[in-house]
């Protein structure tokens, strides 16, 4: 049950897009196309942006988008804005039916 | 409006027991799984458990294994999670999460447990 693998932070300007990229295994992201990205503001309860690699839940800005290929997903954030700035984790379910998220990527908008 | 409210979090020794409860409302609760989900000071979301939607069935994660146990009373719209044996690495704010298909759509604001002697 290892953590997906994302990186620690990333950073863009208002405007800019950012992609955020989570590698698993074919025993995870690689095997299913279950998944998801949320998005946390420290103190509140996450929110989850991306469902099933590539579908955005009603009310989610299309500025997010997801993709898959091979054991490496992406979030990809386009128009960068102030109130994109959170944590985002990555997750997928998984070969012996337990769910695994990614390390967190932090991500500041200068 | 859905909502999933967690409590029973605290302050408990090494060694202790605690248990964490999530009510929920505005939906069928007896009609999804349920999973709990913690983050520990300055780290990362990492699952923990999920229960299926009679209570029939149940993973945990290998951390947690043994030592924790959740389940469901469906005509109280109530989660629960009984942590035994609890450890420092155990301190973590804990989230309970409704599951649609194989993903997780409604979240609580979290209850935060401290394992310290």
């Known amino acids: 049950q290892s953590a997906l693998t994302q990186p620690a932070s990333v950073s863009g300007s208002p405007g800019q897009s950012i992609t955020i990229y989570c590698t698993g295994t074919?025993?995870?992201?690689?095997?299913?196309?279950?998944v998801s990205w949320y998005q946390h503001h420290p103190g509140k309860a996450p929110k989850f942006v991306i469902y099933e690699v590539s579908n955005r839940p009603s009310g989610v800005s299309n500025r997010f988008s997801g993709s898959k290929s091979g054991n490496t997903a992406s979030l990809t954030i386009s128009g960068l804005q102030v109130e994109d700035e959170a944590d985002y984790y990555c997750s997928s379910y998984t070969s012996i039916s337990t769910w695994v998220f990614g390390g967190g990527t932090k991500l500041t908008v200068l | 409006e859905v909502q999933l409210v967690e409590s029973g979090g605290g302050l408990v020794q090494p060694g202790g027991s605690l248990r964490l409860s999530c009510a929920a409302s505005?939906?069928?609760?007896?009609?999804?799984?349920m999973h709990w989900v913690r983050q520990a000071p300055g780290k990362g979301l990492v699952w923990v458990s999920r229960?299926?939607?009679?209570?029939?069935?149940?993973m945990y994660a290998d951390s947690v294994k043994g030592r924790f146990t959740i389940s469901r009373d469906n005509a109280k719209n109530t989660l629960y999670l009984q942590m035994d044996s609890l450890r420092a690495e155990d301190t973590a704010v804990y989230y309970c999460a409704k599951t649609l298909k194989h993903h997780m759509d409604v979240w609580g604001q979290g209850t935060t447990v401290t394992v310290s002697s």
């Open positions: 229960i299926n939607n009679d209570g029939s069935g149940t």
């Open positions: 505005g939906f069928t609760f007896s009609s999804y799984w």
């Open positions: 074919s025993g995870d992201v690689g095997g299913y196309n279950y």
